[in-house]
């Protein structure tokens, strides 16, 4: 799988490209050294300097698959544990943390009978805005560089094998469970149609977070974005 790999110096969004590509109905990963319009979920921005990695790959699934992230999140998971970290952890939806702070972004698009996987991963970034402090490189956790470029074979490896394994429904939420951060703690989570406040009950197989509101009603969220309370 992917047996394409097309990689660029610096591209206006690795999404933005594969988005292009689609006519061409086949599986292909595209990755840039830097991006000058990285995009993040939420319309935010990633910021996406030169040292970073950015990769999207182009899938079009047999069916709708509400879990990719999940492939992606355990994919980026393999890697990292293959480069000798440790303290990896999911903020669901789609960030993986690093002794807590941000390393990985990821942001799944649907257009056009297709879906789009962008993967940003800070490997080698050395300084980071103020607007995402809370953000760590693999260089900065280590102490040494990394070669991007073996960092994105190893991501392609695995995320070939993570989403086969989605495909044929042999990915299961339980193997990502030990990496969740937050279970049983008191969030907000903020959706286009407001904020509702309760405790991280569980993530189910659609990869929807589990919510136990304040009258112990079970509320069930496809997406949004979670912030840690404190009560
Ligand atoms: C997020 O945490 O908000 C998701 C960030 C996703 C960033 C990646 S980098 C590769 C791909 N190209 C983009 O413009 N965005 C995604």
């Known amino acids: 799988m992917f047996s394409k790999i097309l990689t660029f110096n610096r591209v206006t969004s690795t999404q ?6 689609i006519g061409q ?50 994919s980026v998971i393999r890697i990292l544990e293959h480069f000798g970290f440790a303290r990896v952890s999911i903020h669901w939806p789609n960030d993986i943390l690093l002794d807590n702070r941000k390393v990985c972004g990821i942001l799944c698009e649907q257009v056009r009978g297709a879906v789009i996987c962008g993967i ?11 607007s995402v402090s809370n953000s760590i490189s693999l260089s900065l956790a280590a102490g040494h560089e990394f070669d991007t ?12 094998l993570d989403y086969r394994n989605l495909q044929d429904g042999g990915l299961d939420i339980q193997d990502l ?41 079970i509320r069930k969220f496809l997406c949004g974005d979670v912030r840690r309370l404190t009560w």
Do not use: H, K, M
Request: aromatic share 8%; hydrophobic share 40%.
């Open 16 to 21: 933005d490209v594969a988005r292009r590509l």
């Open 25 to 74: 109905r086949e599986e292909i990963a595209v990755a840039a050294r830097a991006q000058t319009r990285g995009r993040g979920r939420q319309s935010r921005l990633w910021f996406s300097p030169r040292g970073g990695l950015y990769v999207s790959f182009l899938l079009f699934p047999r069916r709708r698959l509400t879990s990719l992230p999940l492939a992606a999140a355990r």
């Open 120 to 130: 940003g991963l800070n490997v080698n970034t050395r300084r980071f805005p103020r």
């Open 149 to 160: 470029d073996q960092v994105l074979r190893a991501l392609v490896t695995a995320f070939s």
């Open 177 to 217: 469970r030990p990496y969740l951060s937050g279970l049983g703690e008191p969030v907000e989570v903020r959706t286009r149609s407001g904020a509702i406040t309760g405790t991280v009950f569980d993530i189910d197989n659609d990869w929807a977070l589990l919510l136990a509101d304040r009258v112990g009603r």
